[in-house]
């Protein structure tokens, strides 16, 4: 029983914390939002050399941005791989990933959702890869 409630206690404490924010004095009314996973095992590692961790989503200035992301696919196979990504405050950019048939190479793109992105699609499903909100 204890286990159970330590359990979701953490798991509510861990949705409810902040996200990181490059620089670290951004404003969150002044800030763009960039999900940091994507169906299909993509995660961002990095904005502009500073470390993420494993969070949803992260919070950055407008203007110019340089992302680092790694996509897993099958057969352990990971490739890493930079994107440069132009964002505007307000907007939501999500990164999506495109391997070739022989998984050597992927090419990474960024598309701008736009400032009515639903927040719950930053939220990443622990029993399925597939976002939960609305047009995610």
Request: neutral net charge; charged residues 20%; glycine residues 12%.
């Amino acid at each position: 029983m204890f286990r159970g409630a330590l359990l979701i206690v953490l798991l509510v404490a861990g949705c409810a914390s902040e996200p990181p924010r490059v620089p670290s004095t951004l404003s969150r009314t002044g800030a763009a939002v960039v999900r940091a996973w994507s169906p299909g095992d993509v995660r961002i590692e990095a904005v502009d050399g500073v470390e993420i961790g494993k969070v949803s989503h992260v919070l950055v200035s407008s203007g110019e941005h340089q992302l680092t992301v790694r996509w897993s696919g099958g057969q352990g196979v990971t490739r890493v791989g930079q994107v440069r990504a132009v964002v505007q405050a307000g907007n939501s950019y999500v990164v999506e990933a495109e391997p070739d048939g022989a998984l050597r190479t992927v090419l990474f793109s960024v598309v701008d959702k736009g400032p009515g992105y639903d927040e719950q699609c930053l939220q990443q499903s622990f029993f399925s890869g597939t976002p939960k909100g609305r047009a995610c």
